[in-house]
C-alpha cells in the first residue's frame, strides 16, 4: 500500500473561526511550521485570538516548555483576514464555527467554492453529522470531520471522522496532516458521539444510576472507581470538573440521535442539577461543593479489621488471580485447592466471590456454594498498585461476614467500602458496559478496535481501552456479565452486542480484527 502523505509542510492551513478551538488549532499547526490563515466574521474576533495566543505561547515560555524565539516565530507564523477569499491558498481549511448545523454549512458553502480543488476541507465538530453537514456540499467527498480536544494544543487526541461521502483518501490524508502536527489520529464513520463521546456514556450513566438506587454515595463510587478500577478521576469529579450541563448535553445529543438506545439514556439526576444551575466546579457546586470552605466528603470506609490467617483459593479466580500473589506478600497462608467451578475464597466461615454481575444474595439463594454466608468483590484494575475496593454482602449472611471479608483486602492495602448489594458492583458493571459499547462500535463497522482502544486511552485517560480490559478479564467472562446484568435489571440497556457475543463464543479476542475478519 503506497503511504499516504498530508499536505505539505509549507503549505498554508487556514482556520475559519477565532474562537477557544481555531485558535488552538492555528496554534498546532503555526508550531508544525505552516504559515496559517484565521478568519471569523465577528468583529475583533481575530484581533483577540491572536492576543490570546500571544499570551498561552508567553506562558509557555515562562514555563520553559520553548524559547522566546520560538514562540515568536509560531505567533509570525499566523495571520489574521480581514477576508475569507484570503484563506484561498490554503492546502488545507479547517472550519470551527460555531457548533450548529445551519452556521456550519453555511460556512462551508463559502468555504468550498473558493478552495483549491486538492485543498482539504474540514470541520471541527463534537457532535454534529459529518454526513449531515455535507449534505448540501457540490463535492462532499473532499470533506471530512477532525474532531480536536479541548485544549487542542494539549490533548493528542484527534478523531478522523468520515462522512457518507467522504473520499477515504482524504480521510487518510487528514489523519496523515495531524499526524505530521504531532497528534495522534484515529478514524470513525459519522455516528452519533464519534468514538470518544459514544464509548464514554456508561462511565457517567452507570455511577448515575449507582448512586440513584443507593449502591453508594458519591464519593465512595468516586473512590471505588479511582482506587480499583484505575480511573484518572471518579465520574461525579470528572462530570463536576466537565460542568454537568456539558456532559448532559453530550448525553442528551448521543441518546436522540441514537434513536434512543437504552445504554445512551441521560438520568434525571443530571437534569435536576442543572435546573438548579448547580453545574460543577464553574458555578461553585455540582456533585459536590466548592470554594475555600465547601466541605470535602469522604468516602464511607470500614473499620480495620484483623486479617485471616489462612485462605482456601478453589475454582478459576480468572481477573482475580492477582489477590492471591498479594495475599502471600501480606503473609497470609494461600492453599490452592483444585477443581473447576467459579473462583471463590474460602475463610473465616466465608465465601469471598469476584463478581460475575449477579449479586451476592443471589449467589448465595442458588445454594450452589451450601452457604449463606457470601461477599462479592469489585473488579480490579491492577492488582500491584489497588488502592481501595468495594464489597456486598448477601442478604442472609449472619452479622459480621463483610466485616471479616474486608480483614483480608485491608491486609494488603487497601481501604474497603460497602456497597449495596448491586448487580455488577460498580467497576465491573461500567467496564463490561464501555466494553459493550466499544464492541459495538467496532462490529457496526465505526470504528476499528486499535482506533477505539487508543481513542478511549488518549480522549479520556482510561486506564485501559475497554477492548483490551475485556480480552484482559476474559470476552466470555464479560458476555455472562451482561447477561446476568440484563437478567437482573430486565432491561435491553445490558444487552449483549453480537460482535462480543460472537467472539465470546469463539474464544476470540475483541482487538483480534474487525467486524468482517
Given amino acids: 500500500m503506497t503511504m499516504v502523505r498530508g499536505i505539505a509542510a509549507g503549505s498554508p492551513v487556514a482556520v475559519v473561526g477565532a474562537g477557544t478551538m481555531g485558535t488552538g488549532i492555528a496554534q498546532i499547526a503555526a508550531t508544525a511550521g505552516h504559515p496559517v490563515f484565521l478568519f471569523d466574521t465577528a468583529d475583533g474576533a481575530v484581533d483577540r485570538a491572536l492576543s490570546d495566543l500571544r499570551s498561552r505561547l508567553d506562558r509557555s515560555v515562562a514555563k520553559g516548555q520553548r524559547t522566546a524565539a520560538e514562540a515568536d516565530r509560531i505567533v509570525d507564523r499566523v495571520v489574521g483576514c480581514g477576508w475569507l477569499a484570503e484563506c484561498a491558498?490554503?492546502?488545507?481549511?479547517?472550519?470551527?464555527?460555531?457548533?450548529?448545523?445551519?452556521?456550519?454549512?453555511?460556512?462551508?458553502?463559502?468555504?468550498?467554492?473558493?478552495?483549491?480543488?486538492?485543498?482539504?476541507?474540514?470541520?471541527?465538530?463534537?457532535?454534529?453529522?459529518?454526513?449531515?453537514?455535507?449534505?448540501?456540499?457540490?463535492?462532499?467527498?473532499r470533506f471530512v470531520g477532525m474532531h480536536f480536544f479541548n485544549p487542542a494544543p494539549v490533548m493528542?487526541?484527534?478523531?478522523?471522522?468520515?462522512?457518507?461521502?467522504?473520499?477515504?483518501?482524504?480521510?487518510?490524508?487528514?489523519?496523515?496532516?495531524?499526524?505530521?502536527?504531532?497528534?495522534?489520529?484515529?478514524h470513525c464513520a459519522s455516528t452519533p458521539g464519534f468514538i470518544v463521546n459514544r464509548v464514554a456514556r456508561p462511565f457517567y450513566g452507570e455511577a448515575l444510576r449507582l448512586a440513584a438506587d443507593g449502591v453508594g454515595d458519591h464519593a465512595t463510587i468516586d473512590a471505588v472507581m479511582t482506587g480499583s478500577g484505575g480511573f484518572a478521576m471518579g465520574p461525579f469529579a470528572l462530570m463536576d470538573l466537565v460542568g454537568i450541563d456539558v456532559n448532559l448535553a453530550?448525553?442528551?445529543?448521543?441518546?436522540?440521535?441514537?434513536?434512543?438506545?437504552?445504554?445512551?439514556?441521560?438520568?434525571?439526576?443530571?437534569?435536576?442539577?442543572?435546573?438548579?444551575?448547580?453545574?460543577?466546579?464553574?458555578?461553585?457546586?455540582?456533585?459536590?461543593?466548592?470554594g475555600p470552605d465547601a466541605p470535602h466528603p469522604a468516602p464511607l470506609t470500614l473499620d480495620k479489621m484483623p486479617p485471616p490467617e489462612n485462605?482456601?483459593?478453589?475454582?478459576?479466580?480468572?481477573?482475580?488471580?492477582?489477590?492471591?500473589?498479594?495475599?502471600l506478600d501480606a503473609g497470609i497462608e494461600v492453599d490452592v485447592v483444585p477443581g473447576g467451578g467459579p473462583g471463590h475464597l474460602i475463610f473465616a466461615g466465608i465465601h469471598l466471590m469476584p463478581t460475575d454481575g449477579r449479586t451476592a444474595t443471589e449467589l448465595a439463594s442458588r445454594q450452589t456454594l451450601g452457604t449463606n454466608e457470601v461477599v462479592v468483590f469489585d473488579l480490579v484494575h491492577d492488582w500491584e498498585s489497588v488502592t481501595h475496593i468495594g464489597l456486598a454482602v448477601?442478604?442472609?449472611?449472619?452479622?459480621?461476614?463483610?466485616?471479616?471479608?474486608?480483614?483480608?483486602?485491608?491486609?494488603?492495602?487497601?481501604?474497603?467500602?460497602?456497597?449495596?448489594?448491586a448487580h455488577g458492583l460498580a467497576v465491573m458493571r461500567t467496564v463490561a458496559q464501555l466494553a459493550a459499547v466499544g464492541a459495538d462500535t467496532v462490529g457496526q463497522g465505526i470504528a476499528s478496535p486499535a482506533d477505539v482502544d487508543t481513542a478511549m486511552k488518549l480522549g479520556t485517560n482510561y486506564p485501559s481501552g475497554p477492548l483490551e480490559w475485556a480480552d484482559q478479564i476474559g470476552v466470555a467472562r464479560v458476555a455472562a456479565v451482561l447477561s446476568n446484568l440484563r437478567a437482573g435489571f430486565g432491561e435491553d440497556r445490558y444487552r449483549v452486542p453480537f460482535y462480543l457475543g460472537r467472539r465470546a463464543a469463539t474464544g476470540q479476542t475483541l482487538r483480534d480484527g474487525g467486524k468482517n475478519d
Fill in 311 to 327: 485462605v482456601e483459593a478453589h475454582g478459576d479466580l480468572g481477573w482475580a488471580s492477582g489477590l492471591v500473589p498479594r495475599m
Fill in 156 to 186: 493528542p487526541l484527534v478523531e478522523i471522522i468520515s462522512g457518507a461521502a467522504t473520499d477515504p483518501e482524504m480521510a487518510r490524508r487528514a489523519a496523515a496532516t495531524v499526524a505530521d502536527w504531532g497528534k495522534v489520529p484515529v
Fill in 394 to 421: 448477601a442478604d442472609q449472611a449472619a452479622a459480621g461476614a463483610i466485616e471479616r471479608a474486608a480483614g483480608l483486602f485491608q491486609a494488603i492495602g487497601c481501604h474497603v467500602s460497602r456497597l449495596d448489594d
Fill in 250 to 290: 453530550v448525553s442528551k445529543s448521543v441518546f436522540e440521535q441514537s434513536f434512543h438506545d437504552a445504554r445512551f439514556a441521560p438520568h434525571v439526576t443530571q437534569q435536576s442539577l442543572v435546573d438548579a444551575g448547580h453545574l460543577g466546579r464553574k458555578s461553585g457546586r455540582g456533585f459536590y461543593a466548592y
Fill in 89 to 141: 491558498p490554503a492546502g488545507m481549511i479547517v472550519e470551527a464555527v460555531f457548533e450548529d448545523l445551519e452556521t456550519k454549512r453555511l460556512a462551508l458553502a463559502e468555504i468550498e467554492n473558493l478552495a483549491a480543488a486538492e485543498a482539504i476541507i474540514a470541520t471541527n465538530t463534537s457532535s454534529l453529522s459529518v454526513t449531515g453537514i455535507a449534505a448540501g456540499m457540490q463535492r462532499p467527498e
